[in-house]
């Protein structure tokens, strides 16, 4: 490498740093959950338990794939009675990172968020009070929760079952390329990737999918420029405006978080985009005013690329057994 393209990747490193951040190299801290090897083994077994659906047919994991880039590959989600959800299910990986969960931000945190799921009709359609039902009837359960909730005089609690969950998910960190890159690593990313991530930045993508996720924070309107057409953005979607119930919020989503991108098709709230090419071209168009050509779209799928990362190993867990006590799933409704 020569002393001026040397240069000019220092210059393009800073200028990153100045947006994004580096995955830390340990578990980060949450709020009120102090993270344990026992949390994060009662939330690993939580998150692959089907039993704590209604139905004991699905998991977080089933909408979440571990295997899959945290996701479900689906257009959107398959749940409770087979019933299609209404918005495609974003990774798990990295979430912790951002500022909130959902699409609409509709849940402060990851805790919050596990209790969701459980309870939506069209996913896994459980009552917290059969949930803890379910645990406390499987003696391996209770030593479990005793142990990530050591000094509590009750600690099975539907708070705790979504603390657990949280603390496992904390541990879905992903470091890729491009973390590499910006802590020093010149060969990290190839030329290509970084040629699009110098216009991911020029663009001003990086206005909105910045920080160590880049993304997950902030609310922009689907279509800031150009709004895109139904077949893209369903007008039966409000976004966040079922949050807030201010106009205002009309077709505003989070901005979506962009690591292991490439892994997660399909793409947006509502899944209509498989292409990763094709979605960034929407992006360039209904959010930045940019008809981009092949070359530069090429260029920002490559830079993309380096956001996919390593997942840590994960270990299938061996969960507790029922007893007579664990309450039967219901029947699951067969669609015609």
């Known amino acids: 490498m020569s002393v001026a393209t040397m240069a000019s990747a220092n210059d393009l490193r800073n200028l990153a740093l100045e947006t994004f951040k580096p995955l830390p190299s340990t578990v980060p801290a949450v709020k009120d959950n102090p993270i344990t090897d026992a949390k994060i083994e009662l939330g690993k077994a939580l998150f692959f338990d089907p039993r704590m659906s209604a139905s004991g047919v699905f998991s977080c994991n089933s909408c979440h794939n571990l295997a899959t880039g945290g996701d479900d590959n689906l257009e959107t989600s398959i749940g409770h009675g087979w019933q299609k959800g209404p918005r495609n299910a974003p990774t798990a990986l990295n979430s912790v990172f951002n500022e909130a969960q959902f699409w609409d931000g509709r849940a402060a945190d990851l805790a919050e968020q596990a209790k969701g799921p459980v309870q939506a009709g069209v996913e896994m359609a459980n009552t917290p009070d059969n949930v803890i039902a ?171 690329d380096s956001l996919t990362g390593a997942l840590p190993t994960v270990t299938y867990p061996v969960l507790p057994a029922e007893t007579a006590a664990t309450p039967r799933p219901t029947g699951e409704v067969v669609p015609n």
């Open 134 to 304: 379910t645990l406390t009837s499987m003696p391996q359960y209770v030593d479990w929760f005793k142990a990530a909730f050591e000094g509590e005089a009750d600690p099975v609690t539907f708070d705790n079952f979504a603390k657990a969950i949280e603390a496992f998910e904390a541990t879905l960190i992903t470091p890729a390329p491009f973390d590499a890159w910006l802590n020093g690593d010149d060969q990290a990313m190839s030329e290509l990737q970084l040629a699009g991530l110098e216009k991911f930045i020029d663009l001003g993508c990086a206005s909105c999918h910045s920080g160590v996720n880049v993304g997950g924070h902030g609310y922009y309107p689907f279509g800031l420029i150009e709004k895109p057409g139904a077949d893209v953005l369903p007008e039966g979607d409000k976004g966040r405006f079922a949050v807030t119930e201010t106009v205002d919020d009309e077709y505003v989503f989070r901005a979506s978080p962009l690591r292991n991108i490439a892994l997660t098709a399909p793409y947006f709230h509502s899944g209509k985009v498989w292409d990763l090419k094709v979605a960034v071209e929407i992006m360039a168009e209904s959010q930045l005013g940019e008809e981009i050509d092949g070359e530069t779209a090429d260029q920002l799928v490559a830079f993309l």
